[in-house]
């Protein structure tokens, strides 16, 4: 059933806003959500994230509203919300983005792009794209044989391509070959040299050819974090002699008529627009090579690799790109032009395998957070008696204490940043060297444990009432660390490894922020800390100003009041990639279109992992793990160590857990 979007009307908040300092516009700033959400994601006047799934058309929906509506269908969080509009509005887009170039260049080809089904697996998402990319016969791009499986039963356009990716075997070569009598137009790219024979093999023994395309190795280098990805030592992909060495194999073999296709790729997420000209330049050479070696061709694959602006600095960096899609667009349709018409060699059409500029955007995933943890920095109340370094530590607070009362007392004028932090170092090397004594004396037997905590909390009680008088600029290195080390962990009810692997295994950036307080001033600085017992189970690099922070602005949290964050752009890979470290499950998703009026509808829902199922994962039997259990019980019971009534509570406590998702209930 549609459920109405939250109504965007002004706020008389405003007002108040501006009193207070802060605007919704000052937190728009300070996460970027102008630079990477464009034209997705913004920042009402409630303080609230809001979504336009269909970009720069059509209405808006508040996410917290959503989130609250989520809630009350019985879905909790961790839940990735899926935007079917915003993948519908990126594949228009890219397509958008190629025809104009084609006007724009007079290109006498045209563009029909593929999907690449790694990027994103999932059925719902797969068939959405096959369905809105039908008016441009857009296809799938597949690299092992279940995807080829996917694509197959998918793909029912026979004007779509089929891109054949990755290492194949006899079966994969034969069901390719097969598959071109259903009407599908599989294209086999040789990425290795071994694999002429066998689609030699193949076709002899079948008695039916393959379309065929070459995976050409360029020298090309990239740049970013798959730079060496490519080049000479490249995974994948054929040598000029090799190229040379399959023409001639395939024309023997009567297969030179089928070799349709040229295709190469020079890494994900292509930073620099420089590297993708140069490759298109070699590979439009090396296509009209093809072409006078007599090879009909007509096809010309220029990858993935086109990149998502994560940290919106539209720069040259790992986590950016500095170029739109329309200028890659142009670049690929005017280079590959300037290689064939000063030949005469007639222009092929253009492919590419946009996975990650397609998927990214569509997905949001929102995670609560639990709670948060920080060094005691409370002051402890006087006592008689105290140790000497315990006396020292107070006396250092006593005196930062005086610091800041002077400072405030005195005009601006005569109170320097230079007096201040040398007042302020000399504090703070006072407050260490006790504290390395209070450990020293408790190592040696002279302190108390109570009095090793007093000693502990006095220490960081200074370190945070120097780090409030720090000024904004010139301060020691020794000083700044105080910003890190009095951080808070916010407590995360997610698991990285299971919805963002790539944090953990390449250091990826992605937007995370507070969807909502976006009207309040975030006053803490923290990271974030997931359910796992792992150490690097952690969120602590975020986007800033065109370079990395570990530390995020965050508010206060407030004990019986949610608290909730969003990961962005995240569609790609992410979900596909994720394991079950720790047994943390899939989380709940759900599938959102919004129809002109307003209205959202959940088009598809699927439950996250239960305890059940994660252990069936594992080869663990969840009947047979309770009936052990139960006998555990019985035998506790007859000990005398169980009474009935606790052991039943207890077999119903497990009973319901193995139902349950894996992540933490409120």
């Known amino acids: 059933m549609a459920t109405p979007a939250a109504a965007q009307t002004p706020s008389d908040k405003s007002a108040m806003l501006a009193k207070a300092g802060w605007t919704t516009e000052d ?39 959503l989130v609250k509506g989520l809630q009350g269908r019985n879905l909790s969080l961790p839940l990735l919300i899926r935007f079917d509009n915003i993948l519908e509005d990126r594949l228009q887009h890219l397509h958008q983005a190629f ?39 857009f296809g799938l791009e597949a690299g092992s044989k279940a995807e080829l499986l996917i694509a197959l039963s998918l793909l029912d356009d026979p004007k779509a391509l089929l ?52 995976r050409a190795r360029l020298s090309t280098r990239s740049t970013g974090r798959w730079g060496s990805s490519v080049g000479d030592k490249a995974k994948f992909g054929l040598a000029i002699p090799d190229i040379l060495a399959t023409v001639e194999a395939l024309r023997e073999a ?85 290689c064939c018409e000063p030949l005469g060699i007639k222009v092929p059409t253009l492919v590419s395998e946009s996975g990650r500029a397609i998927a990214s955007h569509f997905s949001v995933l929102i995670f609560d957070v639990l709670g948060t943890g920080t060094l005691p920095r409370t002051i402890p109340t006087p006592r008689e008696s105290e140790p000497l370094t315990v006396r020292n530590l107070r006396e250092t607070l006593n005196t930062l204490t005086a610091i800041e009362n002077q400072l ?24 260490i060297k006790f504290k390395a004594d209070a450990l020293a ?17 006095l220490a960081w009680a200074c370190a945070d009432k120097i780090y409030k008088q720090l000024p904004a600029t010139g301060i020691p290195v020794e000083l700044s660390d105080l910003r890190a080390a009095l951080a808070k962990t916010y407590y995360a009810n997610l698991s990285i490894f299971r919805s963002a692997p790539d944090t953990w295994a390449i250091d990826q950036l992605f937007p995370v922020m507070p969807i909502h307080r976006l009207d309040e001033k975030p006053e803490e600085l923290g990271r974030f800390a997931d359910l796992t017992c792992d150490s690097d189970g952690k969120l602590e690099r975020f986007i800033g100003s065109g370079n990395v922070k570990t530390l995020l602005e965050l508010h206060p949290f407030i004990d019986g009041e949610p608290y909730w964050i969003g990961m962005f752009l995240a569609g790609a890979y992410q979900e596909v990639m994720g394991n079950l470290h720790n047994l943390f499950g899939s989380t709940n998703a759900v599938n959102i279109r919004l129809n002109s009026e307003g209205e959202y509808q959940l088009d598809h829902v699927v439950k996250g992992d239960t305890n059940a ?35 039943s509570k207890l077999m119903a406590h497990l009973e319901s857990s193995l139902r349950q998702t894996t992540y933490l209930n409120n």
Request: glycine share 8%.
């Open 27 to 65: 937190s728009a700033v300070l996460y970027g959500v102008d630079g990477w959400g464009k034209p997705y994601f913004s920042v009402n006047e409630e303080g609230h994230i809001q979504i336009s799934p269909r970009g720069d058309q059509g209405p808006v929906m508040d996410l917290v509203e």
């Open 99 to 137: 025809e104009k170039a084609i006007e724009k260049y007079a290109y006498a080809g045209h563009y029909q792009g593929v999907f690449p089904v790694k990027c994103n697996q999932q059925r719902h998402v797969v068939e959405q794209i096959m369905e809105t990319g039908r008016p441009w016969h």
């Open 163 to 214: 891109i054949c990716n990755g290492y194949k075997d006899q079966r994969y070569i034969e069901t390719a070959i097969l598959a071109r009598r259903l009407g599908r137009q599989p294209i086999i790219v040789i990425e290795q040299p071994d694999e002429v024979a066998r689609i030699i093999k193949a076709s002899m023994e079948l008695g039916a050819a393959p379309l065929i395309g070459i």
């Open 254 to 338: 009567g297969l030179l008529t089928e070799l349709k296709l040229l295709h190469f790729h020079v890494g994900s997420q292509i930073n620099d627009i420089a590297v993708l000209k140069d490759a298109l330049q070699e590979a439009g050479q090396i296509y009209a090579s093809l072409k006078q070696l007599e090879a009909p061709m007509g096809y010309l694959d220029v990858g993935g690799g086109l990149g998502v602006d994560y940290d919106g600095s539209r720069t040259a960096t790992a986590a950016s790109k500095n170029y739109s899609m329309q200028n890659y667009a142009n670049d690929v349709v005017a280079t590959i032009k300037e």
């Open 408 to 431: 405030k007392e005195d005009q601006p004028e005569s109170s320097t940043n230079k007096i201040k932090l040398e007042k302020l170092q000399e504090a703070w090397n006072d407050a």
């Open 441 to 457: 004396a408790f190592r040696l037997g002279y302190l108390s444990l109570s009095d090793r905590a007093i000693a502990e909390q």
């Open 613 to 647: 199922q994660v252990l069936e994962a594992m080869e663990h039997n969840p009947a047979e793990l309770l009936e052990r259990l139960r006998v555990a019980s019985e035998t506790a019971i007859r000990s005398g160590q169980l009474e009935i009534k606790d052991a």
